[in-house]
Nanobody
Framework: VQLVESGGGSVQAGGSLRLSCAAS????????MAWYRQAPGKQRELVAR???????SYADAVKGRFTISRDNAKNVMYLQMNSLRPEDTAVYYC???????????WGQGTQVTVSS
């Protein structure tokens, strides 16, 4: 299984970015998909999660600003990030849990930097 993230970068506060996570090598399908982030000196935290059926949940800090979505046919997940703030600066990681084996996989991370 390989997860490839893209879309990170540098943006000014109030700007937008769209992250993508493409999964390959999936045998049994993907159950839940999620985005996590880790800022320097802080623990990795859950940002948003989406089930195979499309149910979503968000961290309080990003509610109303971020939108998670997925394309089950292509095994791709997205994170649309609007109204970005300096405190959103972090490395963002893609995470998936597969069906049947229920194994957890992580992407390599993509840097998001928001300047004030």
């Amino acid at each position: 299984v390989q997860l490839v993230e893209s879309g990170g970068g540098s943006v000014q506060a109030g700007g937008s970015l769209r992250l993508s996570c493409a999964a390959s090598g999936i045998t049994f399908g993907i159950n839940a998909m999620a985005w996590y982030r880790q800022a320097p000196g802080k623990q990795r935290e859950l940002v948003a999660r989406i089930t195979n059926a499309g149910s979503t949940s968000y961290a309080d800090a990003v509610k109303g600003r971020f939108t998670i979505s997925r394309d089950n046919a292509k095994n791709v997940m997205y994170l649309q990030m609007n109204s970005l703030r300096p405190e959103d600066t972090a490395v963002y990681y893609c995470n998936i849990i597969t069906f049947v084996t229920m194994r957890n996989y992580w992407g390599q991370g993509t840097q998001v930097t928001v300047s004030s």
